[in-house]
């Protein structure tokens, strides 16, 4: 499986962004995606995760600003990142997993300042 993120950048405080993730190869082994991110000097963290399913999970940080969805016909997950704060500054990864296998795109910069 591979994995193509984008849509990251530089935003103001209280603007949005919407990352995009398009995944290619072994789909159907895909059973959850999601988006982390990690900011200098910190761990990577989950920020929102949807199953094959369509359930979804958030941190609580970010739970009442961010939405991810998926789109099935394009393999693509996005992250709408709306109400954005300066501790959202991070890079940011898309991630999937199924069958024990993990897999992570290239991170994507989102930076939030004024």
């Known amino acids: 499986v591979q994995l193509q993120a984008s849509g990251g950048g530089l935003v103001q405080p209280g603007g949005s962004l919407r990352l995009s993730c398009a995944a290619s190869?072994?789909?159907?082994?895909?059973?959850?995606m999601g988006w982390y991110r990690q900011a200098p000097g910190k761990q990577r963290d989950l920020v929102a995760v949807?199953?094959?399913?369509?359930?979804?999970d958030y941190a609580d940080s970010v739970k009442g600003r961010f939405t991810i969805s998926g789109d099935n016909a394009k393999n693509t997950v996005y992250l709408q990142m709306n109400f954005l704060k300066p501790e959202d500054t991070a890079v940011y990864y898309c991630?999937?997993?199924?069958?024990?296998?993990?897999?992570w795109g290239e991170g994507t910069q989102v930076t939030v300042s004024s």
């Open positions: 949807i199953t094959s399913g369509g359930s979804t």
């Open positions: 190869g072994r789909i159907f082994s895909i059973n959850a």
């Open positions: 991630n999937a997993h199924g069958y024990g296998m993990e897999y």
